[in-house]
């Protein structure tokens, strides 16, 4: 089947008042359909290029790039009246947060819905389309940059058309979750999302995060530590990708070697000559002050080593164990064992109860599969093979040195 084109007309809002007419109308309807178009290609946080919207009567693409005031779009974002409709939401929600500061809700996600469902646990927009709306859609523009200016007319289109049939494909689904009553999963799975994205892990405990870490000792972990959250202060003052700070296995290799000198650290296989010179100074000097702070810290306020699952005997069988309840729990209530529980979230689960410091507790959360619409499935049987929840307060040192 060839790939199908616009044939409803759209408007592109370019004006503030343009933008509060549209959104004035879109907060009367029960639901909207979203879409965001962005580029994230050496910044930290995604940079916005364009927002669309269908709400079944206004088809409209708005340009955030020429719009002085969104506080119409986030209104509507925040009107808890209409439901916003989103495919794949997790990127969405980062976008809307990271542009307007705040989280729409609340949020249909059809992917998730889709997996509910049974067809398929991370099903894309094109094949939903397809399976719903017998259309075929055109993804020849997806790695377009949307901050470009103009934008052409197949790029328009390409973007209109990823929430012109996202708003029938909704109702189609919604009808089918509503039938096995689990709208409440749906929603209350996209909170869960945005308490992730609404949720930053502190720069002391950014180093949880890099590649092999377990590797080292409590005083190379001491000076990861503090790189790790060096690097983090510059990437958000400076909005830049983490790894266009430096690159996260070079930030190991510093750990690892403990270069006293610019010279020893441009002995790094792959450290780029420019980020020596650009960096090298400071990160010599953290490796300096962190392993000075080691020596003259009481052993008791050192890092502990980081933890893996694999190394824990009982790993395998208690996964096991979860798998099976997981499916257990999947066949009883009619989806599948993925979306009942990844095994990523298992993991998950199973760092948080055992090891000493995670990332989810680090960034006061709790595990999946012990909130949102999971909870109530897997708290009784979660505790009878794990026992009591441990704390869920962090209790090791987050010092990070100088930043």
């Not at 708003?167 to 709208?183: G, R, V």
């Not at 296995?249 to 792959?270: C, R």
Request: overall charge neutral; charged content about 20%; aromatic content about 8%.
């Amino acid at each position: 089947m060839p790939a199908v084109f616009l044939v409803m007309h759209y408007s592109l809002i370019t004006t503030s008042d343009a933008l509060s007419s549209v959104c004035d109308q879109a907060r009367t309807k029960d639901a909207v359909a979203l879409d965001t178009e962005f580029v994230r290609t050496r910044t930290l946080t995604p940079q916005l290029g364009l927002i669309q919207l269908y709400d079944g009567d206004q088809l409209v693409l708005i340009d955030p790039l020429a719009i002085d005031d969104m506080a119409p779009m986030v209104a509507l974002l925040s009107d808890t009246s209409t439901i916003k409709v989103l495919h794949a939401c997790s990127e969405d929600l980062e976008a809307f947060n990271s542009a307007l500061g705040v989280i729409p809700e609340p949020v249909f996600d059809t992917q998730f819905a889709a997996g509910i469902l049974g067809m398929g646990a991370a099903m894309g927009y094109a094949r939903l389309i397809e399976a719903l709306c017998a259309k075929t859609l055109d993804k020849g523009e997806s790695r377009t940059d949307w901050l470009a200016r103009p934008l052409s007319p197949r790029q328009l289109e390409y973007a209109a058309n990823d929430v012109l049939y996202l708003l029938p494909a909704y109702m189609k689904l919604k009808d089918q979750i509503d039938d096995i009553n689990k709208t409440d999963w749906v929603f209350r799975e996209v909170a869960t999302i945005a308490a992730k994205k609404r949720a930053t892990i502190p720069p002391g405990f950014a180093y949880l995060q890099i590649k092999n870490n377990w590797r080292l000792s409590p005083r190379q972990l001491q000076v990861l530590q503090a790189l790790a959250a060096w690097r983090v202060s510059v990437a958000v003052k400076k909005d830049l990708a983490l790894n266009f700070v430096f690159k996260e296995n070079h930030l190991f290799d510093v750990a690892s070697v403990l270069p006293a000198s610019k010279t020893a650290l441009s002995k790094i296989h792959g450290l780029n000559p420019h980020t020596i010179r650009r960096y090298g100074e400071v990160v010599v000097d953290i490796v300096s002050d962190s392993l000075r702070a080691f020596d003259n810290a009481p052993e008791q306020d050192h890092l502990p080593v980081v933890q893996r699952l694999i190394d824990i005997p009982e790993y395998k069988k208690t996964l096991n164990a979860l798998k099976t309840t997981t499916t257990s729990l999947a066949v009883k209530y009619g989806v599948a064992p993925e979306i009942m529980a990844s095994k990523k979230q298992l993991n998950q689960l199973l760092k948080w109860y055992w090891f000493e410091l995670d990332e989810t507790r680090a960034q006061g959360l709790m595990p999946d599969v012990l909130s949102g619409w999971r909870q109530r499935y897997f708290e009784e049987p979660v505790r009878a093979l794990l026992g009591p929840y441990p704390s869920t307060t962090v209790s090791v040192n987050s010092t990070a040195g100088p930043l």
